[in-house]
């Protein structure tokens, strides 16, 4: 059960981070073709105000397509749109930890909001900025990385029946998720600031965007497909331990 509890936590802050672009796209006014939850083949959608709403086949990832049929249209929105946007989904996943340790500030004992949403706060960059310097040190270890299988399998092991650990395992994926995003590599969030920053100095640069994000998917599938393949290699050679 905790295998389950943990992989539908992961699944639930995807859609988070998702949701953020979301309604970053809806506050900025970009309009929305289509927010799926999922990738992959449509399993069900539902169009509503101009917006298809989709559940898709494979159950970990999703996306917010903006309604511009060109990508010469999207490059057409201000950069600073286009960066608030892209900073959506970070920001969400952010938020979700913020109030995470609210929570458990709360269950700690008789203190006030302003101290708990305080200390809340300072926590939240504590744990950013601690994340964000473990990051670095995994591409001098790529065998430490983790996949999907690794992280529910380590993930299950720790939170076992305890719903303090699932709380604080949330709080870490969401974090993780923020911070992995923010990297200045496309096609992550970081990667597109990055590059809108750099097409404010040289409009040029935009026609660079899309060949590095498409270089950008296949390193990541790479890497996915290489931390999966070492997740199954660890829990076989645990099982036969």
């Given at each position: 059960m905790s295998y389950f509890l943990v992989f539908a936590l992961l699944s639930f802050f995807i859609l988070v981070h998702e949701l953020g672009h979301f309604y970053a796209a809806r506050f900025l006014r970009i309009?929305?073709?289509?927010?799926?939850?999922?990738?992959?083949?449509?399993?069900?959608?539902?169009?509503r105000g101009g917006t298809e709403y989709r559940l898709s086949w494979i159950p970990i990832g999703g996306y917010v397509?903006?309604?511009?049929?060109?990508?010469s249209g999207f490059f057409a929105l201000s950069i600073k749109?286009?960066?608030?946007?892209?900073?959506?989904?970070?920001?969400?996943?952010?938020?979700?930890?913020?109030?995470?340790?609210?929570m458990l500030e709360m269950l700690a004992g008789?203190?006030?909001?302003?101290?708990?949403?305080?200390?809340?706060?300072?926590?939240?960059?504590?744990a950013i900025v601690s994340v964000a310097l473990i990051i670095p040190a995994l591409f001098d270890r790529p065998q430490e990385l983790n996949g999907v299988v690794g992280i529910v399998a380590d993930g299950g092991d720790f939170v076992g029946t305890s719903m303090l650990r699932a709380t604080q395992l949330a709080i870490v994926l969401n974090l993780n998720l923020a911070v992995?995003?923010?990297?200045?590599?496309?096609?992550?969030?970081?990667g597109k600031v990055f590059f809108y920053?750099?097409?404010?100095?040289?409009?040029?640069?935009e026609r660079l965007h899309l060949p590095f994000a498409a270089a950008g998917w296949v390193a990541i599938i790479g890497l996915i497909g290489?931390?999966?393949?070492?997740?199954?290699k660890r829990l076989v050679l645990s099982a036969l331990a």
């Amino acid at each position: 059960m905790s295998y389950f509890l943990v992989f539908a936590l992961l699944s639930f802050f995807i859609l988070v981070h998702e949701l953020g672009h979301f309604y970053a796209a809806r506050f900025l006014r970009i309009p929305v073709a289509r927010f799926s939850v999922g990738l992959g083949p449509s399993l069900w959608s539902v169009k509503r105000g101009g917006t298809e709403y989709r559940l898709s086949w494979i159950p970990i990832g999703g996306y917010v397509m903006p309604d511009i049929t060109e990508e010469s249209g999207f490059f057409a929105l201000s950069i600073k749109k286009r960066i608030l946007f892209a900073l959506g989904g970070p920001l969400a996943n952010i938020f979700a930890a913020g109030i995470l340790f609210a929570m458990l500030e709360m269950l700690a004992g008789p203190i006030t909001v302003t101290e708990v949403l305080g200390d809340a706060f300072v926590r939240t960059v504590d744990a950013i900025v601690s994340v964000a310097l473990i990051i670095p040190a995994l591409f001098d270890r790529p065998q430490e990385l983790n996949g999907v299988v690794g992280i529910v399998a380590d993930g299950g092991d720790f939170v076992g029946t305890s719903m303090l650990r699932a709380t604080q395992l949330a709080i870490v994926l969401n974090l993780n998720l923020a911070v992995l995003n923010l990297i200045p590599l496309p096609p992550l969030d970081g990667g597109k600031v990055f590059f809108y920053l750099l097409e404010s100095l040289d409009l040029g640069l935009e026609r660079l965007h899309l060949p590095f994000a498409a270089a950008g998917w296949v390193a990541i599938i790479g890497l996915i497909g290489y931390a999966t393949l070492q997740d199954i290699k660890r829990l076989v050679l645990s099982a036969l331990a």
